[in-house]
């Protein structure tokens, strides 16, 4: 894993229904990952709504935690490592 610069946080919001609609994330395309571990770096901001899964992202900056119900903003030039504890299922958009 190759180092973050520690101002790239990771957002995780609990949305409500405005917001999801406003953004148009249930449109999004969906992503889905079994149980594992892998290395991923952000050529590009994303942001992801998690319909299913828990999840941990380990950055040089902390650890998030996340779950069902999560809105995600990864930063672009974020570099972690993703561990899926339980399958998920996410609505993504990058950009």
């Not at 101002?7 to 969906?30: A, Q």
């Not at 996340?66 to 993703?82: A, E, M, N, Y």
């Amino acid at each position: 894993m190759t180092a973050d610069s520690p101002r790239l946080k990771v957002l995780v919001e609990k949305p409500d229904e405005n917001k999801l609609r406003s953004l148009g994330v249930r449109s999004w395309p969906i992503w889905t990952k079994e149980p594992s571990s892998f290395d991923w770096s952000y050529d590009e901001q994303e942001m992801c709504y998690f319909l299913d899964g828990d999840v941990t992202i380990k950055t040089s900056g902390g650890n998030y935690t996340i779950q069902k119900g999560d809105f995600v903003t990864f930063p672009k030039g974020l570099s972690c490592r993703w561990v899926v504890k339980n399958a998920v299922r996410k609505h993504y958009h990058f950009g």
